[in-house]
């Protein structure tokens, strides 16, 4: 599509649904006379607005997070009321990999007819219907279903959440507003460890409900992403969103002229065919963003993450739902630093420090595994075995979090042109979830075949993502997103 400035001119295509915002400025000279009043006083800040549009859609990977943790610490309570097999507690794992796969592939369409924000309210919903189906299941056929309606909502907010920060983000805090994202998650997972110590299964999926239905409402309260406004040619309330974002205080006519620009540069056309994605402008990121969310998944992190209670009973470990937890404590701190790190250290060199330690330590707990499986149960051997599983997990997910768990998808938000982003976002998102849903859906077979082995594989494709990393991913710490997708060309 080519940018118009006259959004009400004839012809112009218009989303399927706006999801407004409680704020409207006519012009940016009308927006000025608004900073007396209360609610533009509360956000003349630019930077206090970012952050409160963050952390509003933030309760989406929270609700991410929660459905990747759920199966942890209820696997065994599960299986004995519902009589279920492994087996077929691994399929019910999995499923909400397989739901996130269709989600994914809805994802950027939804996200481009509908809007951010109009994206977010529909993955609310079935991700509300899913945990009460879970909640008050009987049998498997609606333990199944449930978490199949979950999957589909996660795998569209594991598309928007990122894409919407990096779009709203000004460029010096993109990285580190952007890896809210993952510590979201984090948090999510965490507190699906803690709450599953306390509360039954299905007590705890009627607490998975609260972040989409705090969520819904909350997104009514901010503005939607200005480029996706640009793009659809709305104009006037494109710049009034990045006004609002910006601060009312804040000369936005560079910001807006730039992005004006690569809207009209690369929105000549509104469909984009998949023989374009053989140009290298189109490619090459897409490549990058592929590559990184494949290699994010085979590094074996949902395997312990889905079944990390597992991982620790067959180290030897006691108390292992505590353990766990800890495992997630230790994950959310991490990602806390990431955060923190990742507009200043830069995403590549994190990358890389993230990849190195995760092969060095899952080398550590294949070793551990090694050691237990030619030791008995009471020899000093195996104790020392589960030390060291102990250790290289919590060392790994130190690893991870500092740059693989958060990085891979701020980079896909940042790298991918505008007028692929859709169909080229899709295709990266559903390469990760179909990664995940065959890590996930074999974890437990091959950890029954072999943890040495299991984790032996988990530490070749770590060491890849080093090389992967070093050849190919670039840098985009402190450039516009126009400035990276121009770099391409």
């Known amino acids: 599509m080519s940018f118009r400035d006259d959004s009400g001119e004839d012809g112009m295509k218009k989303p399927f649904l706006h999801t407004g915002s409680w704020y409207r400025m006519g012009s940016r000279q009308s927006s000025m006379t608004m900073i007396g009043d209360s609610s533009a006083q509360v956000l003349r800040d630019g930077s206090i607005s970012v952050l409160l549009c963050v952390l509003i859609v933030a309760l989406g990977p929270i609700q991410f997070g929660f459905t990747c943790g759920y199966s942890s610490p209820t696997q065994a309570e599960i299986i004995k009321d ?176 730039e992005i004006k620009k690569s809207v009209a540069s690369t929105g000549k056309r509104t469909a984009i065919r998949f023989a374009d994605l053989k140009r290298k402008r189109y490619w ?40 766990t937890l800890g495992l997630g404590v230790v994950q959310v ?24 330690g995760t092969t060095i330590c899952m080398l550590l707990v294949a070793i551990a595994f090694y050691l237990e499986s030619i030791g008995s149960v009471d020899s000093q051997m195996y104790s020392i075995a589960g030390t060291m599983s102990l250790a290289g997990l919590v060392a790994m997910m130190i690893c991870f979090s500092l740059g693989l768990g958060a990085i891979p998808w701020i980079i896909m938000s940042e790298i991918l042109p505008v007028n692929i982003k859709s169909l080229a976002g899709s295709i990266a998102t559903l390469a990760n979830w179909l990664t995940s849903w065959g890590i996930t859906m074999t974890a437990n077979i091959l950890l029954t075949w072999s943890s040495a082995g299991t984790f032996t594989f988990y530490t070749a494709v770590s060491a890849f993502t080093v090389v992967f990393v070093s050849l190919w991913v670039p840098e985009t710490k402190g450039r516009t997103l126009e400035e990276i997708q121009s770099s391409f060309r």
């Open 284 to 323: 090459f990121p897409l490549m990058v963003g592929i590559g990184l969310l494949i290699l994010q998944q085979l590094c074996g992190i949902n395997a312990i993450l889905f079944y990390s209670s597992t991982i620790f009973e067959s180290a030897g470990i006691s108390s292992s739902k505590v353990a």
């Open 333 to 356: 701190l991490a990602t806390g630093v990431t955060t923190w790190l990742v507009d200043k250290a830069g995403r590549r060199l994190l990358l890389i420090i993230s990849a190195v």
């Open 82 to 257: 519902l009589q279920l097999s492994v087996s077929e507690f691994s399929v019910f794992g999995s499923l909400s990999n397989v739901g996130a796969m269709v989600g994914a592939i809805a994802s950027g369409q939804i996200a481009e007819y509908i809007g951010r924000k109009g994206s977010l309210m529909i993955a609310a919903i079935p991700n509300v219907i899913g945990w009460l189906a879970i909640s008050f299941a009987k049998d498997s056929s609606f333990l199944f279903m449930g978490r199949l309606l979950e999957g589909f909502g996660v795998g569209i907010i594991s598309y928007v959440v990122p894409v919407y920060i990096a779009e709203i983000a000004p460029q010096n805090k993109r990285g580190s507003l952007g890896s809210v994202n993952q510590l979201s998650v984090t948090i999510g997972i965490m507190l699906a460890y803690l709450l599953g110590l306390f509360c039954s299964w299905r007590v705890l999926a009627i607490l998975g409900t609260l972040p989409c239905l705090i969520l819904i409402p909350a997104l009514f309260f901010i503005p939607e992403s200005p480029r996706w406004l640009a793009k659809m040619g709305m104009t006037e309330d494109f710049e009034a969103s990045l006004q609002v974002l910006r601060g009312f205080d804040t000369d936005i006519s560079s910001e807006v002229y």
